[in-house]
Structures are given as C-alpha cells and as structure tokens.
C-alpha cells in the first residue's frame, strides 16, 4: 500500500510536530516524507498540488488528496492512527490542551519577531513581549497542573505542539541572549520547557542545526530569502551544516558573507 508523503522542511518547526507524533504512536515510517528545498522555486509540480500555496508541510495522501497545515495533518494522523493516543480522549482534558494550543501562535510571532528584528532600540519591547508569553503560559500551567511536569501525566499533544517552537527559540538564546530570568513567575514554565527539550521523541533537530540554519532569520530574511550582498540562502542543503562554522552572535554589528558561514565549498 502506497504511503501518503509528506513535503516538508527538515529543520521547520511545524514539520518537526507531524514527526514527533508519529514518534509517540511508534510509527516513524508511516509517512513517505519529501524533503523541499526553500532556496529554489517550489518545483511546478508540488504547486499544482497545493493550489499555488508555497507553504508546507503538506501531506499527499495515496489516493492523492492534498491537507495542508500542521494542526490539521496532526488532527488527521492522529484521527487514521488512534492508538496510542497522544492527543487527550476526555472532552474535557482535550479541551485543556485545545486551550493551551491555541496560545502558540502569540508564542511564535513574539518569538520570530524578536530574532528578526533589525532595530536594536526595540530589543527591549520585543524582549518583553517575548517574557509576557511565557509568563502566560506559566499562569495556564499553574491553573491546570500545577505540580506536574507535562499539561498532563505524560508528553502528548500540547508538548507534540509546543516542542519544536522551544527549539527553534534556541535563536533568540544565541543572536538575542534571550533567557528566561531565574524568577518564580516563569518557574513552572521553565519546568515544562526543560522535560519537553528532553523528550526522546522530539530529538529530530538540534541547537546547533537550528543557530545555523536561521542566521538569515536572524538578519531579517526568512523562508530561503537571499540578502543584499549574498548569494546562497543559510537554509541551503550543501554544505552540510555541520561542516559550516557557527555564524556570529552580533546580529546588529556584523553581517557575514557567504564565505564566513561556509556556504560556498559546494557552491
């Protein structure tokens, strides 16, 4: 039987969910997954599929019907592939985490906001806006577990959600030195972020790819976009980004060229 595929981004973090839950059902290769390289035009065939849209993932089912988003193609998986739930089966327990799920967006763009910023005089604002979010999400862990690790007894659907956006936030860590300030207010969060970063099942990315690949988010391009006075994307395949030095911290100060973050051996 001929397995649905999944277009997808390796180190974006809405990809990245659709993984981890695969992970939690013990089903990794369920999935025929096509990676898509962001620094090129979508191929005009991946287009036809998606209507035009160029965002992904996208999941293609065998029959090929098309589901696009990464709340919706978790949704369906975890509807096709029920057991194990990772999702709550309780009415009410599920409507905690849909509640707690609905607050990731406001997390993301504070987040993306903040990295992508070029102005340093609105580091500070965009900072506390970040802070703002997570103290938020400290006060909903509070209110619906309180002494526990995860929302619930185990790492599910919210963790499967929230997961890759706290990994990607490691470019805030590194071109902001954003972290979370030792105050009880952030506590609870703190601990919730620390056992999802830990998780088996959410290991598919790590610091070092995500600092290095986002330089240019870091720079204020995002989605494969070339800057001024470059002329590879820092989300390019070759060379391998292990192989490429870690970019400068000084997001403000420096602008680094093709051949300082080792994009050019394969060019």
């Known amino acids: 039987m001929t397995r649905p595929t999944l277009f997808h981004i390796p180190v974006c973090p809405f990809c990245q969910r659709i993984q981890i839950l695969l992970a939690l059902k013990g089903i990794p290769d369920a999935l025929r997954f096509e990676v898509v390289d962001v620094t090129v035009p979508r191929p005009p065939e991946l287009l036809r599929k ?3 849209s160029t965002m ?8 090929g019907r098309i589901l696009k988003e990464s709340m919706v193609i978790l ?3 975890e509807d096709v592939f029920p057991d194990p ?3 709550q089966r309780d009415p009410y327990r599920h409507a905690v985490e849909g509640m707690l799920c609905r607050m990731e967006g406001d997390l993301v763009n504070a987040g993306y906001g903040f990295v992508m910023n070029q102005d340093p005089a609105r580091t500070e604002a ?3 806006g970040l802070l703002n979010q997570y103290a938020r999400l400290n006060d909903f862990l509070l209110e619906h577990a309180p002494d526990g690790v995860f929302l619930f007894e185990a790492f599910g659907w919210a963790e499967a959600v929230f997961t890759p956006i706290f990994m990607r936030f490691w470019f805030v860590e590194y071109y902001e030195g954003f972290t979370l ?13 620390d056992a999802c970063l830990a998780h088996p099942a959410a290991q598919q990315a790590s610091r070092e790819e995500i600092v290095k690949l986002y330089y240019d988010y870091a720079k204020g391009a995002g989605n494969g976009a070339v800057l001024p006075g470059r002329t590879r994307s820092s989300f390019v395949f070759e060379p391998h980004w292990r192989s490429r030095p870690w970019p400068p911290k000084d997001k403000y100060g420096v602008s680094a060229s093709d051949a300082e973050l080792g994009l050019l051996s394969a060019a």
Do not use: C
Request: aromatic share 10%; net charge positive; glycine share 4%.
């Open 50 to 52: 998606t209507r035009g």
């Open 56 to 63: 992904l993932p996208v999941l293609e089912l065998a029959d």
């Open 75 to 77: 949704r369906y998986l």
């Open 85 to 87: 739930p990772v999702a």
């Open 126 to 128: 965009l900072r506390n």
């Open 181 to 193: 300030p030792a105050e009880p207010r952030f506590d609870r969060v703190r601990r919730w972020i």
